[in-house]
T-cell receptor, first 111, second 113 residues
Framework: DAGVTQSPTHLIKTRGQQVTLRCSPKSGHDTVSWYQQALGQGPQFIFQYYEEEERQRGNFPDRFSGHQFPNYSSELNVNALLLGDSALYLC??????????FGPGTRLTVL | GQQLNQSPQSMFIQEGEDVSMNCTSSSIFNTWLWYKQDPGEGPVLLIALYKAGELTSNGRLTAQFGITRKDSFLNISASIPSDVGIYFCAGPGLTSNTGKLIFGQGTTLQVKP
């Protein structure tokens, strides 16, 4: 039974570019949450998707957007990248009966 | 807003020693989760607590949900080198038990063989 998977594992972009990160949830999970983790910090909630809609959002600008597909997989898009967007981006999946399990993350470096 | 405070911030112990770390909040949490994160990896769920006063074990790990619902602790017995990592407590925000998780700042554990 595959857990949460994310791609790519690493990514290097330059300021002003756009990036798309991908996540496949754990089998049986229908909800996907995205978190940003800066070095030395705990993960910070970006948003959560359920039934292909954004259900809850943290304190992140509109440059951060997402999408959930009918198979429950999800994408995180970040536009107009800033140096401060460099971080580990974590995807977590869950269901009404199961708590959040995290993927290995995507390390984004913005130069 | 809701915040979780973890202590200690870091620990350096000898292999075989027991470890205790805790997490406190000024507001009530209905669920407490403990995760471990290795460098460059995502957090791995260790223990989930759903009821005030609950004491749950997972191998050498034991965690308790404080009776006031404002704290939780995690104990590791007979530590081994692979226990090295960052331990995070987390809990759901007030709006939903299935929504965003709020994380503490983490306790970094180092184990000397």
């Amino acid at each position: 039974d595959a857990g949460v998977t994310q791609s790519p594992t690493h990514l290097i972009k330059t300021r002003g570019q756009q990036v798309t990160l991908r996540c496949s949830p754990k089998s049986g999970h229908d909800t996907v949450s995205w978190y940003q983790q800066a070095l030395g910090q705990g993960p910070q909630f970006i948003f959560q998707y359920y039934e292909e809609e954004e259900r809850q959002r943290g304190n992140f600008p509109d440059r951060f957007s997402g999408h959930q597909f009918p198979n429950y997989s999800s994408e995180l898009n970040v536009n107009a990248l800033l140096l401060g967007d460099s971080a580990l981006y974590l995807c977590a999946s869950s269901s009404i009966t199961d708590t959040q399990y995290f993927g290995p993350g995507t390390r984004l470096t913005v130069l | 807003g809701q915040q979780l405070n973890q202590s200690p911030q870091s620990m350096f112990i000898q292999e075989g020693e027991d470890v205790s770390m805790n997490c406190t909040s000024s507001s009530i949490f209905n669920t407490w989760l403990w995760y471990k994160q290795d460098p460059g990896e995502g957090p791995v769920l260790l223990i989930a607590l759903y009821k005030a006063g609950e004491l749950t074990s997972n191998g050498r790990l034991t965690a308790q949900f404080g009776i006031t619902r404002k704290d939780s602790f995690l104990n590791i017995s007979a530590s081994i080198p692979s226990d090295v990592g960052i331990y995070f407590c987390a809990g759901p925000g007030l709006t939903s038990n299935t929504g965003k998780l709020i994380f503490g700042q983490g306790t970094t554990l180092q184990v000397k063989p």
